[in-house]
């Protein structure tokens, strides 16, 4: 994924991206942090995704937002 598309992409989710650092050695760290629509009956979950890059955390939080949709069924 690359920056463009993944800024775009926690856009349209509402994510939120955070960067800490420089750390020890200079060393910076990314967070893309996304909720999840609640699914009927259930509450909505949170995403937090750590990564080198932004690309890199929004990313990982994408794969674990694919992964929530897949676990709901064919249904959503």
């Known amino acids: 994924m ?3 598309e993944a800024l775009r ?3 349209a989710v509402e994510g939120r991206l ?3 650092g420089p750390g020890e050695g200079g060393r910076t760290a990314w967070v893309a942090v996304v909720r999840t629509p609640g699914a009927p009956g259930r509450r909505a979950k949170l ?3 750590l990564g080198d890059s932004l690309e890199e955390a929004a990313d990982a939080a ?4 694919e992964r929530l949709w897949r676990a709901l069924g064919p249904v959503h």
């Not at 994408?62 to 937002?65: E, R, V």
Request: glycine share 12%; charged share 25%; hydrophobic share 45%.
């Open 2 to 4: 690359g920056k463009e």
């Open 9 to 11: 992409w926690l856009r």
């Open 18 to 20: 955070y960067r800490s």
């Open 47 to 49: 995403i937090v995704a």
């Open 62 to 65: 994408l794969g674990q937002w």
